[in-house]
């Protein structure tokens, strides 16, 4: 009779581990019943699922941990979208974003491809979803602000190649760093690549686009004096002197003497003197590797180190040098090497309208720079 007077407790504890070993045992059922139902593929997906929900989690937990360091990005590329949006487009304004489902143009360059935002998940802590928020609405703007790089540096492409250039080594030859005096531009190559794969491409895009538009500037367009070209004086010819077939690198205009000479191109003079067989010549830099060349003059009215406007006059008309008769030598060299000034003189009107669109963008982002 003794062993039947078991404690309360004990009849407690026996009672409380019969249940745990009914509760583990029928789990183990359920999981090998439920396993026993389920295909091999839905035990894949199951699996996935899993998988997925874990990667997520990890994903958010290191997102909490690296909310400080998003801020801190987010923060400097959004100075950096306001600099280049207020430097390139701070006049114009932007253009309103393209409707998504508007078709391209037959021939036109491909639109900039929109930048995937990933939806925002639910499960993010508040301040990492307000965050994430912010930074899709920043990739929105970028990519906004990509479209509207690209579509004006296709124009200027346009009219770049209509002036005769390759506008695809003009843009190489300025990356290298070959094209000539310098361009002044203030990207930051290696920050804006730190800054992800869209803020490089919209650098890319901003140079290339700078690059084409400042060119536009430098083509020497503008009558270096009103006065008729010999359109047909270019290229090899015999030498008024020698009776040999020589290059003659420039176009002629014969005038009075002391006609006003007149700068092509907005530049800097960067010589004036004598050089031999050019008489009396001065030289101007337009950027981009281009330059002008005006000799055979009778007199100077400018100096070294003058910026000149269009059409502002830098000389007057003479004979000085190896020359046959009162004329202007006009010479354009891109990168050293002389070019055909013709295309440039005789640009047509909706060339010469994209190209004063550039010069008013090239001045304005000058301005803009200075400004700062
Ligand atoms: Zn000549």
Redesign the pocket.
Known sequence: MRFLRISAVWQKRVALIAGSVLLVWAGITLTVFVNQFLTSGERAEVAAKQAAAAAAEARIARYRDRVGEIAADLDERQAQLEEWQKDYFGKEGLPAPAPADAKTEAGAEPAAKPVETSAIDPRLPPEAQTLARLEARQEAFSARLLAAVTARAAKAETAVAQLGLDPSSLVRNAATGRGGPFIPFRGRKGQAGALGKSFAALEGALFRMEVLERTLVAIPSGQPAHVLMLSS?YGYRSDPFTGAGAM?A???FPGPLGTPILAAAPGRVVFVGQKSGYGNVIDVDHGQGILTRY?HLSGFTTQVGTQVTAGQQIAKMGSTGRSTGS?L?FEVRLNGVAVNPRRFLEAKADVLEVKDDARQRVGALAANRGAR
């Open positions: 004086s003659h420039g176009l002629d000799a004329h030598h």
